[in-house]
Structure formats: structure tokens, C-alpha cells
């Protein structure tokens, strides 16, 4: 549904709240998320005038990269804690990566316990409505991943120069945040691709009876490309069933992380820019599952892998990308600060952290070019 551009600041004022509050807490990590405060306004009264107020700038901003934290892990299911990421990732990138400017939107309000609202009845929507809006018949969505999708929706139809760069939560919240992206760009008449990083296919139809989670975004968000080799997979290691498999039945790439270890970062990126420039791509978005990474650097995650990539594989092949190719949208998932469950003795949340937000520093500024 379109809105003016009035309807939906309106919908940001009332569907997000200050960056790193995503997570509903009334004292833990209270530290924490003053901390951020900090970092961001100087203070931590007031921060939710300061930040109402910041969003009128968003036309005037300089800045094409625009943040959008999604606290939400209700999609994953194997060791939750992506909802922090929103928080930490910030905070990491402020301390490590302060030549990185962006616009920071805030983050989408979650109430932990909803994925998506086409799994709820009008109750309990009416419910969830009067305690986030005080408004039992509000307009607005009550769970993460469809108030994610409606304000990407209203992002691309008034900021169409501007890009999403999302930060989880589970990798569910790239359902919303590519769908958005892939069908305004379609509508531009611009031609995609997603480029994107994991230790697993994500291209279960689905898991348990839900069809929306961690484990099957992708496969939802086909129909939205231009066709379906315009996903491309890197770093997949943790699969069930061999390459040979989801190629075929899905008609997607992949580059597993064996091939990229043994032929060479450069040698697959020369490969996928031949593919997309014979596809006549015009935009990329880079979807990034930090367990892509070996559990050495991306321990602090729902579900670390062995054998991974190294960030500079992940950067080789990105900055290839880059080099050839308007990044106007990403994202950086999964990143489980109070988690660490790998054996990997030297590894740690800071590691995971560090590392992703190197990533994500590198990808924000490609998106501002
Ligand atoms: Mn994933």
C-alpha cells in the first residue's frame, strides 16, 4: 500500500524506537544500551525525542547507507541471541570503525515472543496492537518481520536513492529486508542479484510447519529475482545434501567454501562478476550470515562451523564484487553477542564481533558510493 511521505514518518515514529533499544528490557543491559546512548546523542535522557527528532533529517541526509536494526531471534532456533546484535554490532562499529558514517533509522520495536503476523489471530494482533500503539485497531503490524517488510516497503517508495543496510537478529529478518528491496528495484526496472554469505543453503521450503525462518528465507525470495541463479551462495559447508542438489532443484549458484579455499578468492569473484555481467545485473545486495565465517573468527553465533571462510576471503571476494557493481543494499546477521559455543580455544564475542563489523564497515561505505 503506498503512503505520503508524512504517513510514513509517522509509521517510523511509531513502528521503531532509538537505535539499540530493540530489545524490550526495563533494567538488563541497562549499561549497555546507555553506553550506545552515549555514543550517539552525548546523553542518555531524552534519547527518545532526540532520536524522533533525528528522523526528520533523513531527506537531507548526505548518507545513501541507511541502518535499520531488527532485534528480533525468533526465526532461528538453534542457540538464540541474535537479538542483540543490533546493539553490539553499533556499539563495535562506533569503537573499531569510526570512519564509517550512516544514517541510523533505530530499530524496529520487537515483541520477542511474534515472528510474523499471518501466524496470529485478529486477538492477538488487537492485543500486541494496544500495547505497542495504545491502539487495538492500529494500522500498523505487530510482529518483526512484517513491520520490517511494511517500513522497507514505505523506505524504498519515498528514499528510492537510498539503501537498508539491516542488521540482525536471526537471518528470517532478510525475508522482509530483500523482499522489500528485490521488488522496488523490479519495479525500477533494475535488474539484481543477492549475493549471499553462510555456512547453510537456507533454502529449506520448511522447517517444523513454519514456513518464514532462519533456515528458509532464501527460498522464499526467489520469485522476487529476476530469475534464480541470481542468488549466489558463498561459504556453504553444513548441508545435508550436496551442491548438485540445490542447484538443481532450486536453480540457484553456489560457491561452497572448499571451492573458494582451493580455486582462490579471486578466481569465483572473477567467475560470478563474468556470470552478472552476463546477466546484465545493475544492483547487488550482500545478505551476511557471520557463521559464513570459520568458528575461529564467528564463534558468538547460533550455530558456528569449522572449516569456513577467513574474513579475507569474504573481503576478496566482496571488494571484487564491489569493484563492478552498485552495492545499494545488505545486511549482517546472526551475530549472538552473549553466545560463544565453540571449541575453538582463542576464539570470542569480540572476535565475532570485531570481524563483523569490519565486514559490515566495508559494506556500509560501498553503499554510500
Ligand atoms: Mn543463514
Same mark, same amino acid.
Given at each position: 500500500? @503506498? ?6 514518518? !509517522? ?32 546523553? +542518555? ?14 531527506? %537531507? ?5 541507511? &541502518?535499520? $536494526? ?20 553499533? @556499539? ?9 558514517? /550512516?544514517? %541510523? ?13 499471518? #501466524? ?11 500495547? *505497542? ?25 519515498? #528514499? ?9 537478529? !536471526?537471518? @528470517? ?36 510447519? &513454519?514456513? *518464514? ?21 558463498? $561459504?556453504?559447508? @553444513? ?39 552476463? !546477466?546484465?545485473? %545493475? ?17 558468538? +553465533? ?18 571484487? *564484487? ?7 543494499? /545488505? ?7 552473549? +553466545? ?10 569480540? +572476535? ?10 566495508? *559494506?556500509?561505505? /560501498?553503499?554510500?558510493?
Amino acid at each position: 500500500m @503506498s503512503t505520503t511521505k508524512n504517513q510514513f514518518h !509517522d509509521k517510523l515514529a511509531h513502528c521503531l524506537c532509538p537505535p539499540g533499544d530493540g530489545v524490550y528490557t526495563v533494567n538488563t543491559a541497562k549499561e549497555r544500551k546507555d553506553a550506545l546512548r552515549n555514543k550517539l546523542y552525548g546523553q +542518555t535522557e531524552n534519547v527518545d525525542f532526540l532520536w524522533k527528532e533525528s528522523l526528520n533529517n533523513l531527506a %537531507d541526509s548526505e548518507h545513501k547507507a541507511v &541502518i535499520l $536494526g531488527i532485534s528480533s531471534d525468533c526465526g532461528g532456533g538453534i542457540l538464540r541471541g541474535a537479538n542483540w546484535g543490533p546493539l553490539f554490532l553499533r @556499539s563495535a562499529l562506533i569503537d573499531q570503525q569510526p570512519q564509517v558514517t /550512516a544514517f %541510523d533509522l533505530g530499530d524496529v520495536r520487537v515483541i520477542p515472543h511474534l515472528l510474523h503476523d499471518k #501466524y496470529l489471530n485478529q486477538a492477538t494482533i488487537s492485543n500486541c496492537q494496544k500495547a *505497542l500503539y495504545q491502539n487495538p485497531e492500529s494500522e500498523y503490524y505487530v510482529s518483526p518481520l512484517s513491520i520490517t517488510e511494511d517500513v522497507c516497503n514505505g523506505f524504498y517508495q519515498h #528514499y528510492p536513492d537510498k539503501g537498508i543496510f539491516g542488521i540482525g537478529g !536471526d537471518h @528470517s529478518i532478510s525475508y522482509p529486508l530483500t523482499k522489500a528491496y528485490l521488488k522496488a528495484k523490479r519495479d525500477a526496472g533494475k535488474r539484481t542479484a543477492i549475493i549471499h554469505f553462510d555456512a547453510h543453503t537456507d533454502l529449506l521450503v520448511e522447517r517444523l510447519g &513454519i514456513d *518464514l525462518c532462519f533456515g528458509s528465507w532464501c527460498t522464499h525470495i526467489l520469485e522476487y529475482l529476476p530469475a534464480p541463479h541470481h542468488l549466489i551462495q558463498f $561459504g556453504i559447508r @553444513s548441508s545435508g545434501k550436496p551442491k548438485q542438489h540445490w542447484e538443481s532443484t532450486f536453480g540457484v549458484k553456489q560457491h561452497w567454501a572448499d571451492e573458494i579455499m582451493t580455486r582462490g578468492a579471486h578466481a569465483v569473484a572473477n567467475e560470478v562478476i563474468a556470470q552478472l555481467k552476463a !546477466d546484465q545485473v %545493475d544492483e547487488l545486495y550482500v545478505s551476511f550470515d557471520i557463521d559464513a565465517l570459520d568458528e575461529e573468527f564467528a564463534s558468538a +553465533t547460533g550455530t558456528p562451523e569449522g572449516n569456513g571462510l577467513t574474513p579475507q576471503h569474504a573481503l576478496d571476494i566482496l571488494v571484487a *564484487l564491489a569493484d563492478e557493481f552498485p552495492i545499494t543494499g /545488505a545486511d549482517m546477521m546472526e551475530i549472538a553477542p552473549f +553466545t560463544d559455543s565453540s571449541l575453538v580455544g582463542q576464539s570470542s564475542s569480540e +572476535t565475532t564481533l570485531r570481524e563483523g563489523a569490519k565486514i559490515s564497515a566495508f *559494506l556500509i561505505a /560501498a553503499m554510500n558510493k
